[in-house]
C-alpha cells in the first residue's frame, strides 16, 4: 500500500502534463481550420463525462466592430432549434396531451384532407412527405417577398404544398413539419410556441441568454452572420421576422447549450425513455429504418454512436453518447438556400471529437495495401460522375437523391490524389434503404486539403451511401 501514493501522484501528473497538449492540440485544429475556411469567429464548448472540458471563443463575431467571440456570444442556432421543438412535443407526450402517431389533423383544424394520414411522429423524424427546403411554402415564395409572415401565412401556404409521397414511405428534410410542430405545440400546450420553450426550458434551467426570433429587439451579444458569395465573405442577409419560427428561431450560445446538455443527460428535461426516443432512427412504412430520429439526425461513424444537427448559419451540436463527449461548435458563417455558397463551417465537431475519442478518424489508420484497385477506380469514377450529374451505375436512387452535386463538384475539380486506406465490416447496417456489408475509406487530397470518403457497400458492391469528413 506504501506505493499507491506516489504511483497516483504519477499518474495524476503524467494527466496534467497532457491535458495542456491535448488543449493545444485543438486550439490549433481550429484556428488551423477557420483559417482554411474563412470562419471569422467561432465558440466552442467541449463536454466529457460530465465536466467541462474547454469553453472558449475565438475570431470575431463582428468584423466591422471588430468584436471577438466569447463563449458568452450569442448565435442564431438555425435548424439546431428543431431539437428544441421536438423536446418540446416529447413534453406533451409525456403529459399525456400530444399523441406520437395520431393523425396532426387532430391538432391542426381545419387542415387539408391529404394530411389525414399524417402523424406527428412522420413531422418529427421528416417522413410525412411535405415539401423539402428548397420547395416548401411554395405559393409565399411566389409573391413578392416579404420580412413578416404571421403563423396564418405559413399554415395556409403549406395547405397549398402538395405531398412529395406517401407519408412514412422516405425521408425529407423538410421545416413545414416542423412548423406544424409548433402550432402543435401550441394548440396542445395553450400558449405560444416560445412562451413555452422559455417556461418548460430556458427560465428553469437558467439558459438566461437563450431566446426566440424577434429582429426588432436589442439582443445584447448578438453575433453579426456572414456567408462567401462569389469568393467575397460578405454578410449575409437573414431579416425575416416569422411570428413563430418553430423550424430555425432560437439563439443561444455555447455556455446556455452546455446547461442544456447537462439537463438532458440528467433526465431534468425528458425521462430517459423519452430521449431514447428522440434518438432513435426513423422505421419507414416497408420496415426500412433511416438517420434521422426526433429533431436529431442519429449516425454510427466506426462503431462509434453520433447523434448530431447542424444549422444553415454555422452551427453544429455533437453528441456522442457512449464515449461521453459533447462538442457544440457555432459559428457566423452560414449559407443560404436558393443560391451557390462555398461556406462550409460544418464537421468541425467531428474534428474535435477525433481528437478525444480513440478509433474514430480514419487518417490515423496505417493505409493497407489495396486488393481492389479496380473498385478504388470504380468508386472514383462514381464520385465524377456524380459531380457532373450523370447517371452513375451501381449508386442507389435514394442516395442519389440526398447529394448535393455542387459541393461535390467543387472538391473534385482540383482533385491530386484518391488512396485506399482500409475497409470497416458494417452487416447488419442499412443506409437508404438497403443492408450494408461494409464501409470503405479513402483520403482524398485537393487543392483545398485531405479530406476522408466513405463508401457503404452493399454485398453485391452498391454504394448505398457516401460521406466526406475533414479529420
Known amino acids: 500500500m506504501r506505493g499507491a501514493r506516489p504511483k497516483l501522484a504519477a499518474a495524476l501528473l503524467v494527466l496534467a502534463a497532457a491535458a495542456p497538449a491535448a ?22 464548448a467541449v463536454v466529457r463525462h460530465g465536466a467541462v472540458e474547454k469553453l472558449k471563443g475565438y475570431g470575431f463575431a463582428n468584423l466591422e466592430h471588430e468584436v471577438p467571440v466569447t463563449p458568452d456570444t450569442v448565435f ?56 423539402g427546403l428548397a420547395r416548401g411554402f411554395n405559393s409565399l415564395q411566389q409573391g413578392p417577398e416579404r420580412v413578416n409572415y404571421s403563423t396564418a401565412d405559413l399554415f395556409e401556404s403549406a395547405t397549398k404544398d402538395p405531398l412529395d409521397f406517401v407519408p412514412g414511405a422516405r425521408f425529407q428534410y423538410s421545416d413545414v413539419g416542423y412548423m406544424l410542430l409548433g402550432m402543435i405545440v401550441e394548440k396542445a400546450s395553450g400558449r405560444r410556441w416560445g412562451t413555452y420553450l422559455d417556461e418548460r426550458f430556458f427560465k428553469p434551467l437558467g439558459m438566461a441568454s437563450t431566446s426566440v426570433l424577434d429582429h426588432q429587439r436589442i439582443l445584447k451579444h448578438r453575433a453579426a452572420g456572414y456567408t462567401i458569395r462569389d469568393g467575397e465573405l ?48 426513423l422505421k419507414r412504412n416497408d420496415g426500412g429504418t433511416g438517420l434521422y430520429g426526433f429533431g436529431w439526425g442519429v449516425y454510427d461513424r466506426r462503431g462509434h454512436r453520433w447523434i448530431s444537427h447542424t444549422g444553415l448559419t454555422g452551427t453544429e451540436y455533437s453528441w456522442f453518447p457512449h464515449d461521453r463527449l459533447t462538442v457544440i461548435l457555432l459559428t457566423p458563417l452560414g449559407g443560404f438556400i436558393g443560391g451557390v455558397s462555398t461556406a462550409d463551417p460544418w464537421g468541425l465537431t467531428y474534428g474535435v471529437a477525433g481528437r478525444y475519442v480513440p478509433g474514430l478518424f480514419v487518417g490515423n489508420e496505417s493505409p493497407q495495401p489495396d486488393s481492389e484497385p479496380a473498385l478504388t477506380r470504380r468508386l472514383r469514377a462514381t464520385l465524377e460522375r456524380l459531380a457532373r450529374g450523370e447517371e452513375a451505375p451501381g449508386v442507389t436512387p435514394g442516395l442519389r437523391a440526398a447529394i448535393s452535386r455542387a459541393t461535390l463538384a467543387r472538391r473534385l475539380g482540383t482533385l491530386q490524389s484518391f488512396t485506399f486506406i482500409t475497409c470497416d465490416d458494417e452487416r447488419g447496417r442499412e443506409r437508404h434503404g438497403d443492408q450494408v456489408k461494409r464501409v470503405c475509406h479513402y483520403r482524398a ?24 469528413l475533414a479529420e
Open 76 to 131: 442564431e442556432l438555425a435548424s439546431v432549434t428543431k431539437q428544441f421543438t421536438a423536446a418540446a412535443v416529447m413534453t406533451l407526450v409525456e403529459d399525456g396531451r400530444v399523441k406520437l402517431d395520431e393523425s396532426i389533423v387532430t391538432y391542426l383544424p381545419p387542415s387539408p384532407d391529404v394530411w389525414k394520414p399524417i402523424t406527428v411522429r412522420h413531422l418529427l423524424t421528416h417522413t410525412s412527405g411535405l415539401p
Open 234 to 281: 460578405v454578410n449575409i442577409r437573414r431579416i425575416w421576422d416569422i411570428e413563430m419560427p418553430s423550424h430555425y428561431g432560437v439563439f443561444s450560445t455555447v455556455k446556455d447549450l452546455v446547461t442544456w446538455d447537462a439537463a438532458l443527460e440528467s433526465g431534468r428535461v425528458l425521462t430517459p425513455g423519452s430521449l431514447a426516443q428522440m434518438w432513435t432512427p
Open 445 to 468: 487530397v485537393n487543392a483545398f486539403g485531405t479530406r476522408y470518403y466513405s463508401f457503404w457497400l452493399a454485398a453485391d458492391g452498391r454504394v448505398v451511401d457516401l460521406g466526406s
Open 23 to 44: 488543449a493545444d492540440e485543438i486550439d490549433g485544429y481550429i484556428r488551423r481550420e477557420m483559417q482554411a475556411r474563412r470562419i471569422p469567429g467561432l465558440a466552442l
